[in-house]
């Protein structure tokens, strides 16, 4: 075991090949890695000074594209390039430790803490508590509580009592949509929105039964327009028997039956 330690820690500490001059230790006039004796030889590299390799690993410098230097353009260059201005303030020659660049912003974690609800209403009411990405749920009238679910995103992934299941958060609608199609509301109550449209409507009942209020049959407006139409029908129904009446006392006065 000593023996493998031992190997494992000379191989972590080995010398690895330069990455900028790929281990040649220099550059020719037109920016490309040669050796010490090539006829062209115009620049050391900075990285390795020249050594050939490097004790870390190094990784490419996205300001200079690994070159080192900016040139009059506001491009990447080497600083043998003609046009060389200034080097890049971000690396050494275009190459360093990962740690050593800046990190990207992380990305804004959704606000998911507070009194849930069910939706449709019911008797549970649920409360999230929230620590960066990590969530807890707690509803003592739910068996699977207490659970924990960490967040990604807008989509937060469950584990302990809900283990397995899932939910999307809409920051729109405050709402929080599970994959095994249950929906919780922020705040602890249902939101308002508008009515669904519907086909019944109610009026005013004045019949036998007394006055009151009904779900029954159309609106009272269409049984006024239902009974002009029927008129309306029944008129053409009468111009229509009188004149077939009145073309058939012609016929008969024009041949009349022998007797």
């Known amino acids: 075991l000593f023996i493998c330690i031992t190997f494992l820690n000379k191989k972590k500490n080995m010398p690895l090949k330069c990455p900028s001059c790929e281990g040649l230790g220099n550059f020719n006039t037109w920016g490309k890695p040669c050796a010490a004796g090539d006829m062209h030889k115009s620049l050391t590299c900075e990285v390795c000074n020249g050594t050939q390799v490097v004790n870390k690993q190094l990784v490419k410098c996205t300001d200079c594209d690994g070159l080192g230097g900016i040139n009059t353009f506001k491009k990447p260059c080497r600083s043998n390039d003609m046009h060389f201005v200034s080097k890049c303030p971000l690396c050494k020659g275009g190459y360093k430790q990962a740690s050593s660049f800046p990190q990207p912003p992380r990305k804004h974690t959704i606000s998911v803490g507070g009194t849930w609800s069910e939706s449709p209403p019911t008797q549970h009411s649920m409360q999230i508590s929230q620590s960066g990405d990590n969530v807890t749920v707690v509803c003592p009238t739910q068996s699977w509580s207490p659970a924990t679910g960490v967040i990604s995103g807008t989509t937060i992934t469950f584990a302990g009592g809900l283990n397995g299941l899932s939910a999307t958060f809409d920051p ?17 109550g249902e939101p308002s929105f508008p009515p669904p449209p519907t086909t019944e409507h109610r009026f005013e009942c004045h019949g036998p039964c007394g006055s009151g209020t009904g779900m029954a049959g159309p609106p009272p407006d269409l049984f006024g327009a239902m009974a002009g139409a029927m008129n309306a029908a029944a008129g053409v129904c009468n111009t229509m028997n009188d004149a077939m009446a009145g073309a058939m006392h012609g016929f008969n006065n024009q041949h009349p039956h022998p007797h």
């Open 172 to 188: 729109m609608s405050q709402r929080l949509s599970f994959s095994n199609g249950c929906t919780w509301v922020m705040g602890g």
